[in-house]
């Protein structure tokens, strides 16, 4: 258990609607990610960071902002949710080549 | 195109008996291959790993075989358990690369029948 926690871990939301997920972790990793899992498909990384305020893009950001102002807490934003938008959201944490994801978050976008 | 592939979407086996779950890779920059198992509503899990230095890789009941030249690998799990039933998905990451952002196939279902 990597002390991982994702908030909410369910939420219905409407079109155009903003959205923010939360991911928190209590063991002070630095390698933090945001991935979405649709269903018959992998893991597909959105957004990751190596450290505070230091992020970066994944194969599909479109759509989606982060922010990391602290070590613990890594925040994945949807700035106006889309219907393509709904799935299941994974945060995870990297320890040497192993990752560690948190319990997920379904989100739906009506 | 899909740098990963699990071609079976699904597999059931027979509790006691082996079950063989598949990966093929195209991108020859992989050199670190993961499995994760994943059960409903839980997050993945990491199961066991291996280096393109290796050929297998062994941790209890679960073996992974990798094949270089063929780009292939496969994860053993002998004898299966009806707890093993979930879906597994193979993952790989680039040479010197983060493992954090490995590239990840569609899963495979297991189920394991008593």
């Known amino acids: 258990d990597a002390g991982i926690t994702q908030s909410p871990r369910h939420k219905v939301t409407e079109t155009g609607t903003p959205v923010t997920l939360r991911c928190h972790q209590t063991e002070n990793h630095r390698y933090m990610y945001w991935y979405r899992q649709d269903p018959g498909h992998g893991l597909r990384l959105i957004h990751y960071?190596?450290?505070?305020?230091?992020?970066d893009k994944g194969e599909v950001s479109d759509g989606y902002s982060v922010s990391r102002s602290k070590t613990e807490d890594f925040l994945l934003t949807l700035e106006s949710a889309t219907s393509s938008q709904t799935s299941v959201y994974f945060c995870a944490i990297s320890v040497y080549n192993e990752q560690f994801f948190g319990p997920g978050t379904r989100l739906t976008v009506l | 195109d899909q740098q990963v592939k699990q071609n079976s979407p699904s597999l059931s086996v027979q509790e006691g008996r082996i079950s063989i779950l598949n990966c093929d890779y195209t991108?020859?920059?992989?050199?670190?291959f993961l499995w994760y198992k994943k059960y409903p509503a839980e997050g993945p899990t990491f199961l066991i790993s291996i280096s393109s230095i290796k050929d297998k890789n062994e941790d209890g009941r679960f073996t992974v075989f990798l094949n270089k030249s063929a780009k292939h690998l496969s994860l053993h799990i002998v004898p299966s358990q009806p707890g093993d039933s979930a879906v597994y998905f193979c993952?790989?990451?680039?040479?010197?690369?983060?493992?954090?952002?490995?590239?990840f196939g569609d899963g495979t279902t297991l189920t394991v029948k008593p």
């Open positions: 993952a790989a990451s680039a040479k010197g690369g983060d493992a954090g952002k490995s590239t």
């Open positions: 960071s190596y450290g505070v305020k230091d992020t």
């Open positions: 991108n020859s920059m992989f050199d670190y």
